[in-house]
Antibody, heavy 117, light 108 residues
């Protein structure tokens, strides 16, 4: 069974940094592209970033480009999202997501990031 | 980037009645469309992928249809536990995946 657990969220001041982690199990981690999606309070779902299976390719939404860095550690089955220069509009629940497209999409429970002074 | 538009924004349905939710894509997404249910404080729960394939453990009252640019999620007999916000997601042209803005379903 696929299991994704995000951690690392919390309260941070504008301009600050935070690193999110996503610990994965139940699938061969090193074979799959992984994704981050976020949801601001009371708002819809926004795609944030992806990283290919070997880390060689990444993608960032324009809203986070240049401020967020996605990475992974395949030996630890862990995905990361390093967030810097945080803004109040980055306040959201951040979800990591796995899919192989043939059996569906698997989401973690999310971790809340609050950017406020 | 494919823009996904859901309608209506809010849908009020009597218990036991049918609920029909729509999702339209700005360009064809083939059958690469998923539907999610989200309740307050919870992560999105996958209902449908491939436009019409029910995810594991999803009750048969949930069904999806459509292809190309027009999609429908039908709840055949609304139960009280179905009160939630429902999102569609395209994964045909990515990155990025794009999501509709959501349809809130409540009990009339």
């Amino acid at each position: 069974e696929v299991h994704l657990v995000e951690s690392g969220g919390g309260l941070v001041q504008p301009g600050g940094s935070l690193r999110l982690s996503c610990s994965a199990s139940g699938f061969t981690f090193s074979r799959y592209t992984l994704h981050w999606v976020r949801q601001a309070p009371g708002k819809g779902l926004e795609y944030v970033s992806l990283i290919s299976n070997n880390g060689g390719s990444t993608y960032y939404a324009d809203s986070v480009k240049g401020r967020f860095t996605i990475s992974r550690e395949n030996s630890k089955n862990t995905l990361y999202l390093q967030m810097s220069s945080l803004r109040p509009e980055d306040t959201a629940v951040y979800y990591c997501v796995h899919t192989d497209y043939s059996s569906g999409f698997y989401w973690g429970r999310g971790t809340l990031v609050t950017v406020s002074s | 980037e494919r823009v996904m538009t859901q309608s209506p924004a809010t849908l009020s349905v009597s218990p036991g009645e049918r609920a029909t939710l729509s999702c339209r894509a700005s360009q064809s997404v083939s059958s690469n469309l998923a539907w999610y249910q989200q309740k307050p404080g919870q992560a999105p729960r996958l209902l449908i992928y491939g436009a019409s394939t029910r995810a594991t453990g999803i009750p048969a009252r949930f069904s999806g249809s459509g292809s190309g640019t027009e999609f429908t999620l039908t709840i055949s007999s609304l139960q009280s536990e179905d009160v939630a916000v429902y999102y569609c997601q395209q994964y045909d042209n990515w990155p990025p995946w794009t999501f509709g803005q959501g349809t809130k379903v409540d009990i009339k």
